[in-house]
């Protein structure tokens, strides 16, 4: 089945401590983003990526630090310098830029 | 800058009635238009979207929207709620393949509306 995966569903982050989420994709897509979710805050852009070895900062990149090494993969890591990482945290694909994009099942990402 | 309301946050029907949530935007040219759902602690899936052509568009699990240029709106309609229609509803707009400006990529996604459906 093609598709878009992260992991792990649900990440514990220790104070000063970096962590990163996984996101893969089978779709054979181009591009990749990453969301933030927040509770009646709808969906922030964090970093979006167009091609490999290629991305581009979103609204609220701050904190926060992407890779694109290979065209099925896009880590995102929440360094110490993001002071609120608690949240919803969303993978997407799609063929190009600006094309329809498909969502993976998200990250949870809580703070000890 | 482009931006999405959808004016209701939580709207609750009875199961079988007729449902719209309502969605309006402020943008620049005519824009990419999109309904998705989310369930509790899940991503998000896509219902249906506007590209161009009819400005009637049907999608998944008997969903419908229709743009009005006009209006600014793309309201998404469904003729009778099932309970297994309670999620959350996000509307997004984004800019047209073929758009310009390094600048101008965003997919702007509303606040959400939370359906509850009686049983």
């Known amino acids: 089945d093609g598709g878009i995966t992260q992991s792990p569903k649900y990440l514990f982050r220790k104070e000063g401590q970096n962590v990163t989420l996984s996101c893969e994709q089978n779709l054979n897509h181009d591009a990749m983003y990453w969301y933030r979710q927040d509770p009646g805050q709808g969906l922030r852009l964090i970093y979006y990526s167009q091609i490999v070895n290629d991305f581009q900062k979103g609204d609220i990149a701050e904190g926060y630090s992407v890779s694109r090494e290979k065209k099925e993969s896009f880590p995102l890591t929440v360094t110490s310098a993001q002071k609120n990482p608690t949240a919803f945290y969303l993978c997407?694909?799609?063929?190009?830029?600006?094309?329809?994009?498909?969502f993976g099942p998200g990250t949870r990402l809580l703070v000890l | 800058a482009q931006s999405v309301t959808q004016p209701d946050i939580h709207i609750t029907v009875s199961e079988g009635a007729s449902l719209e949530l309502r969605c309006n935007y402020s943008?620049?040219?005519?824009?990419?238009l999109f309904w998705y759902v989310q369930s509790p602690g899940q991503g998000l899936q896509l219902l249906l979207k506007y590209f161009s052509g009819d400005t009637l568009v049907q999608g998944i699990k008997g969903f419908e929207a229709e743009f009005k240029r006009s209006q600014s709106s793309f309201n998404l309609r469904k003729p009778s709620v099932h309970w297994s229609d309670a999620a959350e509803y996000f509307c997004a707009v984004g800019p047209r393949s073929g758009s310009s400006g390094a600048g101008s990529y965003q997919l702007t996604f509303g606040k959400g509306t939370k359906l509850s459906v009686i049983p």
């Open positions: 997407a694909s799609s063929a190009y830029l600006r094309e329809t994009q498909y």
């Open positions: 943008y620049g040219a005519t824009p990419y």
